[in-house]
Structure formats: C-alpha cells, structure tokens
C-alpha cells in the first residue's frame, strides 16, 4: 500500500500529525511519502518515509485561494516525480485541510486514485463573513467534501459542519479525534 | 504527430482580444494539414460544450462555477476546471500549446501529470503591459508568466521585440525562443463595395479619412494620435480622423476634441463589425498606430493588406512590421507633432501613398499569411518532439 499525503505545512500541528501519523501507518508496513511545499526542493527517504518538499516558484499571493490553486501545479509535480521517477504505485492521496484538498481532486481525476480528505475544522467554523472570499473558500471546501471518497474530521462540531453546513452524507464522514482513530480507520476503510 | 493541444481562455464566440483569432485561425490551419487539435477553452453562452469547428475538436469547460475573490483566483479556478473537465480529452497529446499566462495553471499541471512537452506562446508581459511591476496582482502574474516560461520547452513570440522583452523580463536563454509572427487573413479586395456610400457613412467627399484602429488605451497612443489630429488641422481642414474601437479614454478624448472646438473633424465609432471594419480600411486614405507600447502590431498588417499606406510609432513589433518609407512610414513615439507631418506628406502625395500601400500589400502576402505561420509553428513542433523522444520522460 502506497500512500501519497499532501499537505500545506509541515510545521506546527498540522505538521505534527503528519509526521506522527505516517510513522504509524509505516509500522503497519505502509509506504508513505509526504509532499509539502517549501522554498527548495528535496526528497528525502527515511525507510517506508519518503519527504518530498516541492518547491514554489510563485511567492505572490494575493489571497488564499490563490495560494491553493497555485498548489495544485506544484504537487503534481512532486507526485508525478515520485510516480515515475521513483516508483511510487500510490493507491491513495491523502489531503490535510481544504488548501490541499483540492490538489487531491484534481490529482483523482488525473491518477484515478481514491482521496481522503482530513479536516481540521470548515470556512463555517472559522468565520461569521460572507464576503467573496468566504464564500470561495467554502465552495472549495464543498469540492473537496464531494470528492473525497473518505473524510476524516477532527472534532464533533467539524463532523457536524461538514454533513450539515455543506450538505455531505454522514456516511463517508468519520470523526477522528487522534492519531491512532485516524490509522485505525484508514486501515479499516481501505483494507490495508 | 497526432494531437496538439491548445489551452486558450478565448475562442470564438468568446472573443476577448486577440488571442481567440489567433488560436481560432492556426488551430485551423494545422487541422487542415492533418494534425489532429483540440482547443480546450471555456464555456459561452450557447456554444455547445464539444463540437468540432473546421476539424478542430473544440472542449469548453466551466467558468463560473465558485464564486472568486477577484480575476487573478478566478483565473486559476477555470484552470483547475480546464484540468478536471477536460482530462479525458487529453490521454494521447503529443504536445500542449499554451498561451499566455492565462492558461499557465493547467499547462503546467498536465506538463507534469502526462508528461508531455509544453509549448508556449507569450503574447505580451505583464511588464511590459503596464510599463513596469507595481503592485502585488501585477508582480503575481508576472511571476507566473516567469514560471510558465520556466516550464516551456519552448517560447513562440510574435517578433523580434517580444523575442528582447522576454529575454530581459525572464532572463530567458535566446535559444529557447522562436520568433514567429501572428498572421492576418488579408483583406478581399476583389470583393465589390460601395466606396462612396462607405465613405460618406464617416466623412464628406473632401476630407481625406485618416484612420486609428486599436484600443482606446494610453498604450495605443490614442492620445498622440488626437493630439497629432488637432495639430494638422491647424494646417489644413480637409481631413477626417476616425478612431475605431473603446477604452478607458475614450470619454476623455472625446472631451478634448470637444473642448478645441474640433469634434466635428472625429468620428469615434466604438467597435465595429470585421465587415465594416475592412471596407473602412479600403475606403481610408492613411492609417495611423501610434502605439507607446506594441508586441506585435497586427492591425498594421490588416491595412497594409488593404494596400493603404501605414504610419507606426517606432516601437515594439510595429517597428519590425514597418520598413521605413518602403512598406510604410515610420515616426518617433509619443511625438504628435512629427507625427501630424508624416500624415500630411502621405495624404498631400497620393503617388506615394499608393506605392506605400502597394509594397505593404506584398508583405503581407508574402510573410504573414496564417498558411506561412502554421508551417512555421509545425517546425517548432517538429523540433520539440524530436527533443522529447531523446528526453528520459518519452521512455516513461
């Protein structure tokens, strides 16, 4: 089982459960490879662990938006690399929060692979405007959710926004409070 | 070869700029020597999702379908759709063909994900549009176009000054680039028209009709050309200044004619159908670029193909259109003063005008006819796929 796991940062928590969750679905024999974006590109490979920062050319952002679809072209490339130039056989892509997610929609559609979405917390949660911005970000959001084949939220109150806010089916919506119900479900859900 | 893929925010009906016509004219011609295109673009109201249009396989795509912020995220949105609603399309490409930085999301995203080689076309810069990087949305999408020539295997510009501009702009190697400039489809001149009742639409039997065509924009040089205008008529009262197209100035300079007391000497006619537009081109007497800033310079190229003589500021692709008292006239940019003299030696000598516009005529069809440019750009293709297959991505 080869998992591909696409984040925005690879610091702080996010970064945290990132790095601690891929060294628990290692042990259970999983290769993973993390793609995160960075100022250099580099690939490291640490056994079942691959850490790929993929550099990015565009430093100007005018909002977040841009910065996550600017994303997309970015971990491509570093999935693309490690498919053909590493051998990766990905079976799965991986996303933490929106900003990556949808860099996992469009690389299901490209790769056929089936998409797990982690979310932290929605646009709803975060904030009471509804300014363009907003509403941008929770149309992406929505994306992401409809695509996902699993999602994997991270407190009640997001389970909650996701299926109600956003109109997406309790079923395919999994609470994960911690790492080790993340792995446990991943395992369940996709055989491994 | 089999397919060419073209990414194009602009294609017929949805005419923007220039860039539907030239995406429209040289997919078409290269369907005609067998090379299988798809253009993929965006959606219009009424234009059917796919259908194919002169053997060009047309696939437009969703453009509004979240809400964005401002044009920049809206821009990358429909690249993300071009990716998603068209991927199915797209399998067997040999080559993607990019234009501008409108299209750099997508292009670059199925560089990577197919493993193709891209090709780009660079129409124009952010920097040189604006004369300079000012702000964020600017320095944004000037980092985009850096990052999209970055990725192209190779870079088609449309003259030997766009060829310098991305070179300075982009640090770009020389080699990288093919100069390859736009086409026109000439004007019919066999077609009949009613000169006088086309004339007399614009301008009284006596006035010589001077032509402007182009956007109303500082960068066209609207201003030197009414400013020009204004100055020749305090010579002489038998001249017409007609100025097709709109902008931004087009209320101010409308004022300023109306404040000299001469507005009765401009017609502003906005825009004008293509048809209406050549049997003005045939019923002008001089027409007049006086751009500040031009990469190209293609409407130039559409008088002189209506054998009317030209006179361009000596800047950009106009200056590599135009061969100095040849083909046409050349004047020093953002000059009105030198200009007003340069129109009146051409419409107070008719001789000349003729021969000007006559040899124009020959350079057209000599060297921009869309025929010529589809061999050219098969070339750079040929070239470009003979690189790949010694490339480690065609193995793959």
Known sequence: MNIAVLTHEYNGGIGWWVKNEAEKLAQHGVKIAIIYPSEYENITIDGNITIYSVSTIVKTYLNIVVR?????????????????????????????????????VVLKSIFNKPLIASIYSTEYMRSSEVGLLQLSIRGYEKQVFEEANLILAKSRNTLLSISSDYGIGKEKIVEALNIDEAVETVIKVFNI | MKILQFLSWEYPPRIVGGLARHVYWLSRELARRGIDVIVVTLDYPGAPRVEYVNGVRIVRVRSYVLPSP????WVHQFNMWMIKDALNELHDVSIIHAHDWLSA?????????????????????????????FNDSQRHIHEVEWWLTYEAWRIIVC????????????????DKIDVIPNGINPINLSKPIDTIRIRRKYAEDWEKIVLFVGRLVH?????????????????????????????????DMMRIVSERGVSHKFF?????????????????????FPSLYEPFGIVALEAMSAAKPVIVSDVGG????????FNGLKTPPNNPYILSRVIEKVISDPGFAEYLGRNGFHHVYKNYTWDKIADMTLKTYSRVMEEYKKSSWYAK
């Open chain 1, 68 to 104: 996550a679809l600017i994303l997309i072209s970015d971990f491509t490339r570093a999935f693309s690399r490690l498919v053909y130039d590493y051998g990766f056989n990905f079976n799965l892509i991986y996303t933490h929060e929106w900003i990556a997610g949808i860099s996992g």
């Open chain 2, 105 to 133: 999301l997508s292009a670059i995203t199925l560089k990577h994900a197919l493993r193709k080689p891209l090709v780009v076309t660079m129409h124009s810069t952010e920097y040189g549009r604006r004369g300079g990087i």
């Open chain 2, 268 to 288: 502003f006619t906005g825009f004008i159908s293509d048809n209406d537009l050549n049997d003005l081109y045939r019923v002008c007497d001089v027409t007049v």
């Open chain 2, 219 to 251: 960068a066209k040089g609207i201003h030197i050309f009414v400013e020009a205008g204004i100055d020749l008529l305090k010579r002489r009262d038998d001249v017409k200044f007609v100025v097709v197209g709109d902008g931004v100035l087009r209320e």
């Open chain 2, 318 to 325: 106009l200056s590599n259109l135009v061969v100095d008292g």
């Open chain 2, 159 to 174: 003259s030997e000054y766009m060829k310098r501009e991305v070179i300075n702009v982009f640090n770009l190697p020389s």
């Open chain 2, 70 to 73: 401002d044009f920049i995220s």
